[in-house]
């Protein structure tokens, strides 16, 4: 298969479980579910769904629970609105990188408080 064309089947998937989710699921009682990306096999018929939630730790637990529990349905969804000649099976991950990230540049911004500004060397004179 090209690459192209597997390119452009894992933004259909993407753009298609993302919609699925804002319709199936109320955002106070999951949290807001987001779609950061898919891992679709070669042959199309498996897919990795790596997705984040934000919201406190209650509503972290039942979105995930929500989305595992409703995984079928959200391939059926899919399926009608992404013709291909298999459905891939979904499998949802958590993706925590932007959680990750965000730390990291609170120790970034927390190492810039603290440290004194950088002093430039002397130069030295021609």
Not at 57 to 73: F, P, T
Not at 97 to 112: A, D, H, K
Request: hydrophobic share 40%.
């Amino acid at each position: 298969m090209s690459n192209l064309r597997h390119e452009r089947v894992r933004e259909l998937l993407k753009r298609a479980i993302g919609e699925a989710i804002r319709r199936e699921f109320h955002v106070n009682d999951v949290g807001v579910i987001t779609v950061n990306d898919i891992n679709v096999g070669g042959d199309l018929r498996t897919a990795i769904v790596f997705i984040s939630i934000l919201g406190n730790d209650a509503q972290k637990k039942h979105g995930l629970q929500a989305v595992e529990k409703n995984r079928i349905r959200i391939q059926a969804l899919v399926g009608k609105s992404v013709i291909l000649k298999y459905t891939p099976t979904l499998k949802f991950v958590i993706d925590d990188s932007v959680t990750r990230g965000n730390r990291v540049l609170e120790i970034l911004n927390e190492l810039e408080k603290t440290s004194p500004p950088a002093v430039a060397p002397p130069e030295k004179p021609e």
